[in-house]
């Protein structure tokens, strides 16, 4: 069982940045691969970024290429999404995942073998 604890959303003024965490619980963490997922308001849950178990691969959605960098430390059991040029199209809940699936099948999105319950950001213009 693993358990997944969100922190680093707010508000913050286009063009800025966060970062947001993904705390894991339980001693295999290095065995999945880790990723984040958003849901806007009226919108359906969509990929944003996932990074591999050795932390080596990594995909991003197009939207966020270039802005956004996920990151993580095996010995701390976290993953990290850096959100920079933050747009009021980025507001919405961000969810971290782990998956024993490879980080691509993350990104092709499905079922996750778990879920954070989220933290909201929201972008102000």
């Known amino acids: 069982q693993v358990q997944l604890v969100e922190s680093g959303g707010g508000l913050v003024q286009a063009g800025g940045s966060l970062r947001l965490s993904c705390a894991a619980s339980g001693r295999t963490f290095s065995r999945y691969a880790m990723g984040w997922f958003r849901q806007a308001p009226g919108k359906e849950r969509e990929f944003v970024a996932a990074?591999?178990?050795?932390?080596?691969?990594?995909y991003y959605a197009d939207s966020v290429q270039g802005r956004f960098t996920i990151s993580r430390d095996n010995a701390k059991n976290t993953v990290y999404l850096q959100m920079n040029s933050l747009k009021p199209e980025d507001t919405a809940v961000y969810y971290c995942a782990a998956d024993t699936h490879s980080a691509q099948a993350m990104s092709a999105g499905g079922s996750m073998d778990y879920w954070g319950k989220g933290t909201l950001v929201t972008v102000s213009s």
């Open positions: 990074i591999s178990y050795s932390g080596v691969s990594t």
